[in-house]
């Protein structure tokens, strides 16, 4: 019987550095420049990412 708790999605290294240049950056279009994306596909990241880490990580989801 395995008593531990089912692993969650891993969460990936190069989102964590895409979360980090959105908040370096104030936003999804000038990000997108510094990690070489769109910011459509920036966006889908950023909400993808909340999902798996369960919670919010923008005050405003407007500009996502």
């Given at each position: 019987?395995?008593?531990r708790a089912p692993v969650a999605d891993?969460?990936?290294w190069d989102?964590?550095?895409a979360f980090l240049a959105v908040a370096r950056a104030g936003g999804l279009a000038a990000a997108a420049?510094?990690?070489v994306s769109s910011a459509?596909?920036?966006?889908r990241r950023m909400r993808?990412?909340?999902?798996?880490?369960g919670r919010e990580l923008f005050s405003s989801l407007s500009w996502l």
């Open positions: 019987m395995n008593d891993p969460i990936r989102d964590l550095a420049k510094d990690v459509p596909t920036l966006g993808e990412l909340e999902r798996r880490m």
